[in-house]
């Protein structure tokens, strides 16, 4: 992936996030048979956002991430 399509997959995973926290925050109605599972997005969206932060980060600066084993 390049620049540009990693910095709109991040966007996206943000926004994402951004939605879900807003969706957990509302408050609870009774009698509602069912709610969207926002904290199961919101974590998954944060695992991606971490992902393609560390690509972004080894394309901008040309160093491949190799971890603490560094192989």
């Given amino acids: 992936m390049d620049l540009p399509t990693t910095a709109t997959a991040f966007g996206a995973a943000a926004a994402l996030f951004g939605l879900s926290v807003w969706l957990d925050r509302r408050p609870y109605v009774p009698g509602k048979p069912w709610r969207f599972p926002a904290r199961l997005v919101m974590a998954l ?18 160093k491949p991430f190799t971890g603490r084993a560094g192989f």
């Avoid at 969206?45 to 600066?61: E, W």
């Fill in 45 to 62: 969206s944060l695992l991606v956002m971490l992902v393609l932060g560390a690509h972004i980060v080894s394309l901008v600066t040309g």
